[in-house]
């Protein structure tokens, strides 16, 4: 059941860009989501999660595991003041997290190969979904969401599957690492050259700087694995060698490129940076009482305004201890599944940078993905296998 809620999280919102539904004011051409198309996910998803709580035998233990009680408060706080406020948003971010809390207390076995096996088949899919995209667009116009016709390269954007440039962008963080580790030869080069062509052309500032920082951090916590640093050292000086030749050759067009770029971004800059408006912080908010639900474009500040300075830490404090895991995992692991633990660690290191300018918590895709992941390096290893199938 845990691949099929990962193959929902993952391609639900393939029907975006076929039906050019998202929100009518993502595109001149897209008109809202029927409220059929946005709940139907939850149901789906719901009914799964009781499917596995009806077949799955609860582990009986002494202790209650320190992870169970940490998603629990974040599940509690987030679905109360979310029915109280009637914000669904927030109601949606926790019934998410109700999945790790069923899988964290009713252990199955969990084949680590139908796990790679999906996530890589979601990147042929959505290549080849971006292909079509790109086609249609230069062929008859069509835009996708988030784009706008206009003589700028950088008013069309594309986010392939999700039809969502932002959180796609953050997705692919981890088949950068995972494509490093993974392959070999040109197959790596083509590999990594696709994932950074289709970053640049979701045109996201924040996913193309949140991966940046991505593999910086990666490049320096795992140093000590000689194994991921003789493959990431050869990737970054090739990488740096073809970006300095590119600038070099390209200097004058590049700069103009940037800063026509930076201007064009400032709506944008100025729209996210209105997230951070502290004007509207209580007392009670601050402690986590607020006065109704507050959609804001930071995921950080979206923690602080719907749940107080308590729930900032709790989120933060899970998604520092599942990279921490995730890094223990990776001492532990077997080979052949390396590829996918240094693509988790990707993830979750993209997402934690991505959130101070971005609400991933409440983009189904994102927020999914990020559980799954949760499970995943929070499972002992004994129910963790790999047979390929």
């Known amino acids: 059941m845990l691949y099929a809620i990962l193959c929902l999280f993952l391609y639900y919102f393939s029907y975006r860009y076929i039906l050019q539904y998202n929100g009518s004011g993502t595109s001149p051409t897209y008109s809202d989501t029927p409220f059929v198309f946005q709940i139907f996910k939850y149901v789906v998803f719901t009914i799964s999660l009781l499917i596995v709580v009806c077949q799955g035998k609860k582990k009986l233990r002494t202790k209650t595991p320190s992870t169970v009680v940490l998603i629990t408060s974040i599940t509690v706080i987030s679905i109360f003041w979310g029915v109280v406020n009637n914000f669904t948003q927030q109601i949606g971010f926790g019934i998410i997290l109700l999945m790790p809390l069923v899988y964290l207390t009713n252990y199955k076995m969990i084949n680590l190969a139908v796990i790679d096996k999906i996530m890589i088949s979601f990147w042929l899919f959505s290549l080849c979904y971006e292909i079509i995209q790109i086609y249609l667009f230069a062929t008859q116009g069509r835009l996708p969401a ?6 700028k390269i950088t008013d069309v954007r594309f986010g392939s599957t ?3 440039p932002n959180g796609f962008s953050v997705i692919l963080s981890f088949y950068l690492i995972y494509g490093i580790i993974k392959y070999r030869g040109l197959k790596k080069v083509v590999f990594m050259m696709i994932n950074i062509f289709m970053i640049i052309i979701s045109w996201s ?7 940046l920082l991505m593999f910086i951090v990666i490049y320096f916590i795992r140093y000590k694995d000689k194994y991921f640093y003789k493959k990431s050292t050869k990737i970054l000086a090739g990488f740096l060698l073809m970006a300095g030749t590119c600038v070099l050759v390209n200097i004058d067009y590049l700069s103009s490129f940037i800063i026509q770029l930076m201007i064009d971004k ?6 996210h940076a209105d997230s951070y408006d502290l004007s ?7 402690i986590g009482i607020p006065d109704k639900g507050r959609m804001v474009e930071a995921g950080i500040m979206f923690l ?4 107080g300075v308590v729930m900032v830490m709790l989120f933060y404090t ?3 201890l599942s990279i921490y895991k995730t890094i223990e995992k990776l001492s532990t692991a077997q080979k052949m599944d390396k590829p996918l633990f240094y693509g988790i660690l990707a993830y979750q290191i993209s997402f934690s940078f991505a959130m101070f300018n971005l609400p991933l918590l409440t983009v189904w895709s994102n927020m999914g ?3 799954i992941f949760m499970i995943l390096v929070f499972y002992p290893r004994k129910y963790l296998m790999h047979y390929n199938v």
């Open 146 to 151: 988030l784009a706008y016709l206009s003589p």
């Open 162 to 164: 999700w039809d969502d």
């Open 205 to 211: 500032g924040t996913g193309i700087i949140a991966n």
């Open 266 to 271: 400032q709506s944008s800059v100025s729209a």
């Open 280 to 286: 509207v912080l209580t007392p009670l908010i601050l």
């Open 304 to 307: 602080l305004l719907n749940g």
């Open 318 to 320: 899970l998604l520092f």
């Open 369 to 371: 993905v990020m559980a």
